[in-house]
């Protein structure tokens, strides 16, 4: 399974949040509303989930095993890398 599509919708509140991702994959499956987030050990990217009756967050989607989350892990957080060193390139010129 591949990443076809990556979108980042960047927020600028300037909090831990950093921005929210859309997913395609094999150009025929979509998730939305991944977040990419500031952690203490870095950046990270944070599944689709909902609350709970209890007050809990669940996963809606998420990956079977560490390896397909690393590899979404480091594609969508470097492909937010490029976009924002574009922005701070062009608010530079």
Not at 6 to 18: C, F, Q, S, W
Not at 21 to 37: A, E, Q, R, S
Not at 53 to 71: C, L, T, W
Not at 74 to 82: A, G, P, S, V
Request: proline share 2%; hydrophobic share 35%.
């Amino acid at each position: 399974m591949e990443i076809t599509d990556i979108r980042i919708k960047e927020v600028t509140t300037g909090g831990k949040l950093k921005a929210y991702v859309t997913v395609t994959f094999d150009d025929c499956f979509v998730v939305h509303n991944l977040k990419i987030i500031t952690g203490q050990s870095g950046m990270f990217i944070a599944m689709p989930s909902r609350r709970t009756k209890s007050g809990e967050y669940k996963d809606v989607a998420h990956p079977i095993n560490s390896s397909f989350r690393q590899m979404m892990q480091k594609e969508i957080i470097e492909e937010f890398e490029k976009i924002t060193q574009n922005e701070q390139s062009a608010a530079e010129e």
